[in-house]
C-alpha cells in the first residue's frame, strides 16, 4: 500500500525593507532651530561678558577709550582696589553692596507676602473678581519708566501729590518733606520697587492655585481643617515649585535692579539708595575708570551667581 504525501507549497521569500537613513538635512534641523538662540546669546551675553571680564585687567580710562589695546596691563590691581575694605572705593563697594542686600530681602520678601494675600483673596469665586485681577495687574503691565516717573513726580517735595494729601488733606505733615533725599530715599525706592514686584508675585502665585483641585479643600473641610490650616497644608505645600522659581526671580531681578534708583534719583544717587548697579554704572560711566567698574561688576556678578545657586539649592531640599 502506497500513502502520497502531498507536498506543502513553498513559501514565496518576502523582501526584508531597508530601513531609510534620514536625509542628512533632517538630524541638522533640531541645531539649525537652535542656532539662532545660540547666536543672541552669544551676541548678547557671553560676548559681551567676557569683554567686561577683559577691562577688568586692564586700565581702562578715559584716555584709553579712543583705542582701547594702547590701555595699560593692570593685572589684579583693579580687584585689589575694588575689594580693599579699609579704603574709600571698598568701603562704598561694601555699603553698596549691604544697602543692596537689605533692599532685596525687604522688596523680595513684601513682594510675596503681597503676592500671595492678593491670591488667596481672589482664590474662590465672587462678584467683581475680574476687575479685582485686572486692577492688580496695572503695576505690571505699565511700562517700567512710565511708572517709575509717575512715582517720581508724586514724591516731589514742593509739587508732589504725597505731599500734598499729607500736608494739605489729612493734616499728617506739618511741612513738606524730602521724600527723595537722605534716608527717605531708601524707603522711597522700596516703595516703588514693591509696588512693581508684587503684581508679578501675584499673577505666578494666582496661576500656581489653579491647578489646585477644589475638591481637597472640601476634604479638608469636612476633616475639620480650619482656613489657615487649609492654607498651610495644601496651598503653601502645593505651591512649593512655583515659590522656588518665583523667588529666585526677584531675587535676581531686584539684586540687580537698575531702573528704579536710575529714574529716581539719576545717575548719583543718595547714600541710602546706592544700590549694586548704579554704583558700579557710576563708577564706570560717571568716574570714566572702567577697569574698576569692570572688576567690581565681575566679583558682584559671581557673588550673585553663587547666592542664586545656593538658593536653588536650597530650594530643591526645602
Do not use: C
Not at 562704598?92 to 492678593?118: K, N, P, Q, R
Not at 496651598?235 to 512649593?240: D, E, G, R
Request: charged share 10%.
Amino acid at each position: 500500500m502506497t500513502t502520497t504525501v502531498s507536498a506543502k507549497p513553498a513559501r514565496l521569500a518576502t523582501p526584508t525593507r531597508r530601513r531609510r537613513r534620514p536625509p542628512s538635512w533632517g538630524r541638522a534641523t533640531p541645531y539649525l532651530l537652535v542656532l539662532p538662540a545660540v547666536l543672541l546669546e552669544l551676541l548678547i551675553h557671553i560676548i559681551p561678558m567676557l569683554v567686561g571680564v577683559w577691562m577688568s585687567f586692564v586700565k581702562l580710562t578715559q584716555f584709553f577709550i579712543a583705542n582701547w589695546r594702547l590701555a595699560p596691563y593692570a593685572g589684579l590691581d583693579n580687584y585689589r582696589v575694588a575689594l580693599n575694605f579699609s579704603g574709600p572705593l571698598g568701603r562704598d563697594l561694601l555699603h553698596s553692596f549691604t544697602v543692596t542686600t537689605i533692599y532685596t530681602v525687604i522688596v523680595v520678601g513684601l513682594a510675596w507676602a503681597f503676592g500671595m494675600s492678593a491670591a488667596l483673596v481672589l482664590q474662590r469665586g465672587f462678584r467683581s473678581r475680574g476687575a479685582l485681577r485686572t486692577l492688580f495687574l496695572v503695576p505690571y503691565a505699565l511700562p517700567i519708566y512710565a511708572g517709575i516717573i509717575t512715582w517720581s513726580f508724586i514724591l516731589q517735595r514742593d509739587n508732589g501729590l504725597l505731599n500734598h494729601v499729607l500736608q494739605e488733606n489729612l493734616h499728617v505733615l506739618d511741612h513738606a518733606t524730602f521724600w527723595l533725599v537722605g534716608n527717605n530715599a531708601f524707603v522711597s525706592m522700596t516703595v516703588v520697587a514693591i509696588w512693581r514686584s508684587w503684581p508679578f508675585a501675584f499673577l505666578m502665585l494666582m496661576a500656581g492655585m489653579q491647578s489646585i483641585p477644589e475638591e481637597v479643600y472640601d476634604a479638608a473641610a469636612v476633616d475639620g481643617a480650619g482656613t489657615w490650616q487649609q492654607v498651610r497644608h495644601i496651598t503653601l505645600a502645593s505651591l512649593k515649585p512655583v515659590n522656588v522659581v518665583l523667588l529666585l526671580m526677584l531675587f535676581l531681578w531686584t539684586f540687580n535692579d537698575f531702573n528704579t534708583p536710575f529714574v529716581l534719583f539719576g545717575a548719583t544717587p543718595p547714600t541710602s539708595a546706592d544700590l549694586i548697579s548704579i554704583h558700579i554704572f557710576g563708577n564706570s560711566f560717571v568716574n570714566w575708570n572702567f577697569g574698576l567698574g569692570s572688576a567690581m561688576s565681575a566679583r558682584m556678578r559671581s557673588r550673585t551667581a553663587g547666592s542664586a545657586s545656593d538658593f536653588i539649592f536650597s530650594g530643591m531640599v526645602w
